[in-house]
């Protein structure tokens, strides 16, 4: 009984929590635009993302997404040539990225070298430290 009310409880979290705002999206997709249909042939992504970056309210994971990441953060500057992130980029043209939430999730990255996958990490976190109820 215990455990199915923990359950319950996770499942209900889980599906109520993990959303996005439709402004937060709006805000993500109108900075990608610029740059998606480029990365999108550079990087082999679905074209789909050209329309949206979401789907459910959330941020579309599949694999050549992470590398389009990179790119999209690239082609912003929002990745030094040296391969760190710059932290007031990022906060000056994203609404929705504060430096607090960004100094968090930097910390949560390991020390990979990909930065397809950082970048992707890096957005899933952001998104995450944005979900509303
Ligand atoms: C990378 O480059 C930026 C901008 O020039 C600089 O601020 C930062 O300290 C550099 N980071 C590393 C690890 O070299």
Same mark, same amino acid.
Request: charged share 25%; proline share 0%.
């Given at each position: 009984m215990k455990l199915n009310l923990v359950t319950l409880? %996770?499942?209900?979290?889980? /599906?109520f929590s993990n959303k996005l705002s439709d402004e937060l999206m709006d805000d993500w997709n109108r900075i990608a635009s610029v740059h $998606? $249909? $480029?990365? @999108?042939e550079e990087t082999d992504a679905n074209p @789909?993302? !050209?329309?949206?970056?979401?789907? &459910?309210?959330?941020l579309i994971d599949e694999e050549h997404v992470k590398c389009y990441m990179k790119c999209l953060n690239e082609k912003n500057t929002f990745i030094f040539p040296n391969g760190t992130f710059n932290r &007031?980029?990022?906060v000056n043209d994203i +609404?929705? /990225?504060t430096y607090?939430? @960004?100094d968090k999730c930097l !910390?949560?990255?390991?020390n990979d070298a990909d930065l397809c996958k950082k970048s992707y990490s890096l957005a899933m976190c952001f998104s995450? +430290?944005?979900? %509303?109820a």
């Open positions: 409880s %996770v499942f209900i979290y889980g /599906v $998606a $249909a $480029a990365c @999108i @789909i993302l !050209a329309e949206s970056m979401f789907k &459910d309210h959330k &007031d980029k990022f +609404e929705h /990225v607090a939430i @960004i !910390a949560k990255l390991n995450e +430290e944005n979900y %509303v």
